[in-house]
């Protein structure tokens, strides 16, 4: 079991900063991989962002070059650093863990850009 809880999100205005936190309950030296996703109104969850356990990422095309995924495994935590940001950016933002013994998802944490 994996319990996960995000914080961070919050109200920015375009061309601004957020950072997000994801802090698991346990450690996640040992989980596959670690994604956050999110979902606006009225459309399907997305992949945002992956780490592996060895520290490759992956990001979706509408966010490359200004987010950036991380992960501090003594700390238990994954992070999002979003910059430049966008309205088309303001959704619900979801942490996942990926583990050889489940899958599991935090509650989410809304982000709303202002244009």
């Known amino acids: 079991q994996v319990q996960l809880v995000e914080s961070g999100g919050g109200l920015v205005q375009a061309g601004g900063s957020l950072r997000l936190s994801c802090a698991a309950s346990?450690?996640?030296?040992?989980?596959?991989?670690m994604t956050w996703h999110r979902q606006a109104p009225g459309k399907q969850r997305e992949l945002v962002a992956f780490?592996?356990?060895?520290?490759?990422?992956r990001y979706a095309d509408s966010v490359k070059g200004r987010f950036t995924i991380s992960r501090d495994n003594a700390k238990n935590t994954v992070y999002l650093e979003m910059n430049s940001l966008k309205p088309e950016d303001t959704a619900v933002y979801y942490c996942?863990?990926?583990?050889?013994?489940?899958?599991?998802w935090g509650q989410g944490t809304q982000v709303t850009v202002s244009s």
């Open positions: 996942n863990a990926l583990a050889t013994w489940g899958d599991y």
């Open positions: 346990r450690s996640i030296f040992s989980i596959n991989a």
């Open positions: 780490i592996n356990s060895g520290g490759s990422t």
